[in-house]
């Protein structure tokens, strides 16, 4: 990271420390919160995309789509604003490398670990597609990994809400980055959530195998090679590719989304599937198939070509000429392809009897050291031996590679994988849980979390029951599925007052809404940073999806007292109460009559300001009423 050399503080808050990255329309920083004393990462629109209101507009999409996502695999935002024309947003600092940075120094990961890594990203993104946000940009530099091995995905700068009426990026624009675009992304067409999947297949190839599937010299000839070309297969660039995981790899990287995994969760159920040694749900890629059609065709056209003008040569004007026995041409290439073909197979058996070549003995099922013994007494030498959680007895043969039966010569090398036993692992209790809450609760301890919509009057987002129940043990990976209500099309707004704002996003969220604009404005009873108000508010009932605008209390509320004096002590309190001050009365005999009942003086005085909750004391003329003096006239009548 880069010192910033003169830190800028955003919003009186954030203040700026290193440069960490820039990228295609922003700067990323690590930035100190003075607020909350803790280090975050701001986000910087570049000055010259400030002033162009649709990139705003896009920077604003941004924050308020990720502020409603709430998982352990996703880096929270806590704030956006705007600091004298630049545009910011507040995401949580990850002290950890991105996967790029991985790659770029270790090359290829290890299959495990990149299964693992896969996973992790599988379930954030499974998260965020329950929340209608498809990422459009899933790239190893967003893939962030923790010092403590956990994965964070990061930059949801070009996602877009599937299901909001207005869009930035109307089909026929392209967004994202070419050598992890979709094919329906590199051709501008709608995508949808099996977009992410493609990309996340992508990056799996290139942890296995240090590369992407597509090279060149642009962005355009790499997008172009996404929609035509057949990408190779992890393991004719590296052999040590286990069979299982090749097959995850190329069904999330399939050309149709309908024959992708059809979710972010079945991807990542199959990757597990993996990793604890189970059979994966993804069959084996056609590749040599698909070549062997290719190759067969171009036969075909070459073998009517060469026969094509001997045949025509001898054609009738109204018939083809059949030969005597009534056969045609092609019977007799039919007839030599077979013997061709069977010739081969002899010629191979022959080589393989003098090589001492010979099947591959099949150990699945055996103790490890039983198939050791076997394996070497044959000329075959161990290689990997890996071993994985599984319901088969500990060191138990679970799979080989090469498979059972496949012809092998002496001395080559065999990859086995063992099975380290069954662990089990206690479900925890979600019932009554917000359901983000509930997911990482279940992810956290190992177990996949499958949502399951009902028909119910329960509050939104809010766990009804769960399968298997709280405390039950079951084995590490299975899965837990939750019921929760069904969306409605109305939602009550929740009570936001005196939560910050990462908390009323995620409030929010869970209640099928959207964060808003924000606002700040003092408070006498909210402390500063804690929402004092919404609009719509709290208790009213919205449509889903409703924008809900946020008051932040920037603190007790200053006011500078007004001059009572002259005003009679009714008019006088009145106007001091409604400047949110507590009045008191004293009163004065010493003043003029003519001041009878009304305020002489007021303390503190006018003029001055002061922080509420404050008082203002004000002095009442209460003069001694004059006395009455009679005087008496004596008048003499003559």
Not at 29 to 47: G, M, Q, T
Not at 256 to 278: I, N, T
Not at 435 to 460: C, D, H, M, Y
Request: proline share 8%; with cysteine.
């Amino acid at each position: 990271m880069q010192p910033v050399e003169t830190p800028r503080v955003f919003s009186d808050r954030y203040e700026l420390t290193h440069l960490i990255a820039r990228g295609g329309m922003a700067e990323v920083y690590r930035a100190r919160d003075r607020l909350l004393d803790r280090p975050v990462a701001l986000k910087v629109l570049f000055p010259e995309l400030s002033v162009d209101r649709a990139f705003v507009e896009r920077f604003r999409r941004e924050a308020q789509a990720a502020a409603k996502l709430s998982h352990p695999n996703i880096v929270p935002v806590f704030d956006w604003g705007e600091d004298s024309g630049s545009y910011f947003i507040v995401m949580e600092f990850v002290d950890g490398r991105p996967l790029s940075a991985v790659l770029r120094e270790t090359g290829p990961i290890e299959p495990a670990r990149a299964a693992q890594v896969t996973a992790q990203v599988a379930a954030a993104l499974a998260s965020a597609h329950r929340h209608g946000v498809v990422h459009r940009d899933i790239k190893p530099g967003n893939v962030l990994i923790t010092h403590d091995g956990q994965v964070k995905v990061t930059d949801f700068g070009i996602a877009r809400a599937v299901n909001t009426e207005e869009s930035l990026t109307q089909t026929g624009a392209v967004m994202g980055t070419a050598t992890y675009f979709s094919p329906e992304q590199a051709e501008g067409i709608g995508v949808d959530a099996r977009t992410d999947i493609y990309s996340l297949g992508v990056v799996l190839f290139e942890m296995l195998t240090g590369r992407p599937p597509f090279l060149g010299d642009t962005p355009v000839s790499v997008a172009s090679k996404h929609v035509r070309d057949i990408p190779p297969t992890p393991r004719e660039l590296l052999d040590t590719v286990p069979a299982e995981l090749e097959a995850v790899t190329m069904k999330a990287m399939a050309k149709q989304p309908d024959q992708r995994y059809q979710s972010a969760e079945e991807f990542r159920s199959d990757l597990l599937r993996f990793v604890e040694g189970q059979p994966v749900e993804a069959s084996p890629p056609n590749g040599n198939m698909a070549a062997t059609g290719v190759i067969g065709a171009v036969g075909a056209m070459d073998a009517t070509a060469a026969v094509g003008p001997s045949t025509r040569a001898f054609r009738s004007p109204t018939r083809p000429r059949e030969r005597p026995n009534g056969r045609r041409p092609w019977g007799w290439i039919t007839l030599l392809v077979v013997l061709l073909a069977a010739l081969a197979v002899v010629a191979y058996l022959l080589v393989s009897t003098f090589t001492g070549g010979f099947a591959l003995p099949n150990v699945v099922g055996k103790p490890a050291t039983q198939a050791e013994q076997i394996l070497t007494s044959k000329g075959l030498v161990i290689g990997t031996t890996r071993h994985v959680t599984n319901t088969a007895k500990s060191g138990t043969v679970l799979s080989t590679d090469p498979a059972p039966g496949t012809h092998v010569s002496k001395k080559a090398v065999v990859n086995l994988v063992i099975s380290a036993g069954e662990v089990k692992v206690q479900v925890p209790n979600v019932v009554n849980d917000d359901l983000g809450a509930a997911e990482a609760l279940i992810t956290n301890v190992g177990l996949v979390p499958r949502v399951k919509f009902v028909n119910s009057p329960g509050q939104q987002n809010v766990v009804l029951s769960q399968s298997p129940i709280g405390g039950t043990s079951i084995r590490k990976g299975s899965t837990v599925t939750i019921s929760v209500p069904k969306p409605t099309n109305q939602v009550s707004v929740p009570d936001l007052i005196g939560l910050t704002p990462p908390q009323a996003s995620a409030q929010l969220s869970g209640a099928g809404l959207t964060v808003g604009s924000q606002s700040n404005a003092c408070s006498n009873s909210v402390p500063s940073g804690e929402v004092s108000g919404s609009s719509p508010a709290a208790s009213t009932s919205v449509g889903r999806g409703t924008a809900v605008n946020l008051t932040i209390s920037s603190g007790p509320c200053q006011v500078i007292i007004q001059n009572v004096q002259g005003k009679s002590q009714s008019a006088a309190t009145t106007a001091l109460q409604g400047q949110g001050l507590t009045v008191q009365v004293a009163t004065t005999t010493t003043c003029n009559a003519s001041d009878q009942g009304n305020v002489v003086a007021q303390s503190p005085a006018a003029g001055t300001q002061v922080t509420l909750p404050a008082t203002d004391t004000i002095t009442v003329c209460n003069a001694p009423s004059p006395t009455t003096t009679t005087t008496t006239t004596t008048t003499t009548v003559p």
